[in-house]
């Protein structure tokens, strides 16, 4: 079975510019998640789909991040434009829906490593 | 809010050795508490979790017991090996999935 699927792995850009994360989660997983993780720190949630509809987006900085999850399946997280401070690995993560006692396992992207020049 | 603590890194360690990650959580309510790992190279995975008190999660020779009157999470492993040096970071599941800062443990031959 094929793991959460990212790309690109890495990406360097100048600031100012924009650039854009794909992510392939699992089949048949409803729920994803964007992380960002800083170096040295642990990963900080962005954004939590549930099926096409964004239901935790209240730590995406919304001036400049933004993210689509089209039809429910992939999903893409845009930066524009992009500042010194955005250097940080974007994983992204899926699982089955959460049920009611049910803690679910988030299945880990190998992650995309951005650097801002 | 929600919040974890472990212990800072990086950790050294020669094989064999005993390994213990400490983890103390903040919550309201009764969270569900993992271990995520991270080898060099790969993506997180799941280690092992507890979801109520007194629960131990195991795996691959790795114990964690939620402990709810020290709010603790301890990762435990009596014999480490050079493939157990990865990247150790502990969660809390309640409204979200909240990592600790990560532990960086070494292990040399």
């Known amino acids: 079975e094929a793991g959460v699927v990212q790309s690109p792995r890495y990406k360097i850009i100048e600031k100012k510019q924009p650039v854009a994360f794909w992510c392939n989660p699992i089949?048949?997983?409803?729920?994803l998640y964007w992380y960002l993780q800083n170096l040295g720190q642990g990963p900080e949630l962005l954004i939590r789909?549930?099926?096409?509809?964004?239901?935790?987006d209240s730590q995406l900085p919304k001036d400049r991040f933004s993210a689509e999850r089209l039809k429910g399946v992939d999903s893409t997280l845009k930066i524009q434009p992009a500042e010194l401070g955005d250097s940080a690995v974007y994983l992204c993560?899926?699982?089955?829906?959460?049920?009611?006692?049910?803690?679910?396992?988030?299945?880990f992207g190998e992650g995309s490593r951005l650097t801002v020049l | 809010g929600d919040s974890v603590t472990q212990m800072e890194g990086p950790v050294t360690l020669s094989e064999e050795a005993f390994l213990t990650i400490n983890c103390t959580y903040t919550?309201?309510?009764?969270?569900?508490l993992f271990w995520y790992v991270q080898y060099p190279g790969e993506g997180l995975q799941l280690l092992l979790k507890?979801?109520?008190?007194?629960d131990k999660g195991s795996n691959k020779g790795f114990e964690a017991t939620y402990r709810k009157e020290t709010t603790s999470f301890h990762l435990e492993k009596g014999s480490v090996q050079v493939s157990d040096s990865a990247v150790y970071f502990c969660?809390?599941?309640?409204?979200?999935?909240?990592f600790g800062a990560g532990t960086t443990v070494t292990v040399r031959a």
């Open positions: 993560a899926s699982s089955l829906t959460r049920t009611s006692g049910d803690p679910g396992e988030l299945f």
């Open positions: 089949s048949g997983h409803n729920t």
């Open positions: 789909y549930e099926n096409e509809e964004a239901v935790d």
């Open positions: 919550a309201t309510g009764y969270p569900s």
């Open positions: 507890a979801t109520k008190a007194d």
């Open positions: 969660a809390l599941l309640g409204y979200k999935l909240s």
